[in-house]
C-alpha cells in the first residue's frame, strides 16, 4: 500500500520544534513538578506540571496533527482518557454504546459509570439503524469502537456521525484498532476521536497512555478542565516514548498490514481453521464501509479452530514460539491472546457468547517481523 497523504511526513514532524532553550531537535523530558516564578504570579506559561508540561504539549500537538484535528489531550491510559469524555455527561444522560467493544470500556461504563446515574444501551453498531433505534431525547453520547475487538466488526462512522449530528450528540469513536494511518474519524464527521495509545502510536510495548482529539473548542476547554481535575496525566517519559513511536507509525502500519494479510490469507486456508476473522477479506460482511473508511486493514485478526474447545485453542496459545501469550497490541512483536479468558474476561459469558465471541476464539496482533517466520509458527502451533 502506497502512503498515500503523505502521512510519513506528516506523523516525523507532528508536534516537532527544535527546543527553544538549545536546539535540542528531540523534544526534551521535562521531567519536574513545577516552575519558578519570577514574582508571584508572573511566570512563562507553566506553573504546575499536572496543568502544564513541555513534553505533553508537544505530544498533545502531535496528537492533533495525526488525527487531523484542532486539539489533543494526553491521558494516563486509554481507560482514563474514555473516562474523561464519561464525566462530560450528568446522572440521567443515555449513550449508546458498540455491544462488542474493549472488555475494560466495558467494564469502566458497567462498573463505574453506571452507578453515577449514566445509562448504556448496548447495540450492534456494525448496523447503523440498531444505532438510530437505540436513540432517545436523553441520548448524549454514541460510543463506537470500529474495527472492534476481538470481531473485526465494522462501524460506518460517517452514518453513526449522521444520526449523532440529527440529535445533537456527541459521537466519540475508539479509533485504537486502526490507527490514525488507516483512518480519520472526525473526517467521517465524528466528534472525538479515543485511542489507546499504548498500542499502535506508542508501537513498542513500553508504555501506558491514552489521549483524546477533536475540534471543538467548547468540549476541549471542558476536557482539559477534567484532564486537570482529575488529574490522570501522563508523565514527561512516557509523553516522549510516545512522541518516538508516533515519528515510525507510517512504517509499522504498513508492514503490519502487509503480515496482517499474509497470516489472514494463510489461517482461511488451513484446513483446521473453522473462521477468520479479518475486516480486509471481500466478503467481511462490512468490508465496503471498511474499504470506504480505512486506508488499509491492519494486523489484528481472531479466528476460530473447527475443533473450537477452550483445550484445542489452549494447545495453540501455549506453543507459539514468536507469538508472545499476552494481553495488548499494536506493538512491532506478534501477540496472541485468549479474549474469553484474558482482555474480555470481565464481560460476563453468556453476554460475550451472544455476541459471538467464542470461548475458543483466539486473537493476533501481528507484529512485523518476517511473514514467513510469522506464519511458520503458526503452522508448527496449529499443528
Ligand atoms: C487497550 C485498549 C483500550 C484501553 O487502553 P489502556 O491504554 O489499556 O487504558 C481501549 N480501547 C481499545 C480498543 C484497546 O485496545
Known sequence: MSNKNNLGTKFIHAGAHPDPSTGAIMTPIYQTSTYV????GVHQGYEYARSQNPTRFALEEAFAVIENAKFGLAFASGVAATDAVMRLLVPGDEVVAAHDMYGGSFRLF???????????????????????????????????????????????????????????????????????????????????????????????????????MLNDQTLRDQLYFIQKSTGAVPGPQDCFLVLRGIKTLHVRMQRHCENGEQVAAYLRQHPKVAKVYWCGFTDH?????????????????????????VAAATKVLSSTKIFSLAESLGGVESLINHPASMTHASIPREQRIANGLADGLIRLSVGIEDAEDIIADLAQAIG
Not at 37 to 40: D, K, L, V, Y
Not at 125 to 150: F, G, Q, R, Y
Open 285 to 309: 460482511h462490512n468490508h465496503d464501509i471498511a474499504k470506504k473508511q480505512m486506508r488499509g486493514f491492519g494486523g489484528m485478526m481472531s479466528f476460530v479452530l473447527k475443533d473450537d474447545s
Open 110 to 212: 458497567s462498573k463505574v459509570h453506571e452507578k453515577m446515574g449514566i445509562k448504556f444501551i448496548y447495540v450492534d453498531t456494525s448496523d447503523v439503524n440498531n444505532v438510530a433505534a437505540a436513540m432517545t431525547a436523553k441520548t448524549k453520547l454514541i460510543w463506537v469502537e470500529t474495527p472492534t475487538n476481538p470481531l473485526m466488526n465494522i462501524t460506518d462512522i460517517e452514518a453513526v456521525s449522521a444520526i449523532g449530528k440529527k440529535h445533537n450528540c456527541i459521537v466519540c469513536v475508539d479509533n485504537t484498532f486502526a490507527s490514525p494511518y488507516l483512518q480519520n474519524p472526525l473526517d467521517q464527521g465524528a466528534t472525538i476521536v479515543m485511542h489507546s495509545a499504548t498500542k499502535y502510536l506508542g508501537g513498542h510495548s513500553d508504555v501506558i497512555q491514552g489521549c483524546l
Open 37 to 40: 516564578q519570577s514574582a508571584p
